[in-house]
């Protein structure tokens, strides 16, 4: 019987865990599998490994792993196969099929472009724009990301879109709200590509003050989110994650 088992990053903020949850459960009925369990990488419960025993115990003996991951990096790569490992150790007799983050995506696209117009009257010309990562030790990340920006000003026109990072390789963003004090022409309006703001939104409100932005200098937009654009692309993954394994496609 096949399950789909979906991978939540997870949130030391209860209702980050909540909000996620939540996003699921409205992507649940437009997938047309009995089984469908959700899970946490980190910081919340259940593990990986408790999400696959739920499926097991459900009667499943395919389960689609679903990463909810903005980016392929060392957890899609490494921390998600390595408790899978554990998994089939546990039930040898259980196949599995790991799906793919959500990537660059002109869903994703669009979405970053209604965080700016949430905030703004001014036409795109006139409008720089900065993408805060959450970061990652991975260089793809911020090359994915860098092709997230280009595919942004490209569609939308916008006069400027850089990037940053929270921590991990790339810029950073502390040297990029800097170098914005040094060479800003434009007002900048700063979109955290996040799904759940948590204490990370706190943490860039309070870098921005400290560096004496005024809001018509530098505007924080809301984080990316969970909305429709990015349950679509949720659904758009699950289902190719079950094609692969019906149609016997490698996942690699």
């Known amino acids: 019987m096949q399950a789909v088992l979906y991978v939540a990053h997870g949130s030391r903020v209860k209702a980050g865990v909540e909000e996620a949850r939540q996003f699921i459960e409205s992507v649940k009925p437009q997938i047309d599998v009995d089984i469908q369990e959700i899970c946490f990488l980190e910081l919340a419960d259940p593990s990986i490994v408790e999400g696959v025993s739920a499926c097991v115990e459900k009667g499943a003996t395919d389960i689609a792993i679903v990463p909810i991951l903005l980016l392929t990096a060392n957890h899609a790569k490494q921390d998600i196969p390595l408790e899978l490992d554990k998994a089939k150790e ?3 007799d259980v196949s599995f099929t790991l799906g793919k983050p959500f990537g660059i995506h002109e869903k994703l696209i669009n979405s970053l472009h209604e965080r700016v117009q949430q905030k703004s009257t001014k036409q795109n010309e006139e409008i720089d724009v900065l993408l805060i990562g959450r970061g990652s030790s991975d260089e793809s ?13 490209g569609k939308y026109h916008y006069a400027k879109v850089d990037i940053c990072f ?8 502390e040297n990029a709200l800097e ?23 706190i943490g860039i409100q309070k870098k921005m003050a400290q560096l004496g932005f005024n809001d018509d200098e530098a505007v924080l937009c809301e984080c990316l989110g969970y909305d429709d654009n990015v349950r679509q692309v949720l659904i758009e993954r699950v289902k190719e994650t079950l094609y692969t394994y019906r149609e016997g496609v490698p996942n690699g």
């Open 141 to 153: 990340v911020q090359y994915d990301f860098q092709q997230i920006a280009d595919n942004l000003k």
């Open 166 to 173: 929270l921590y991990g390789k790339g810029p950073s963003f």
């Open 179 to 201: 170098h914005l004090q040094n060479n800003r022409k434009n007002p900048v309006y700063v979109v955290p590509y996040i799904l759940f703001t948590g204490l990370l939104k």
């Open 90 to 92: 546990l039930y040898p």
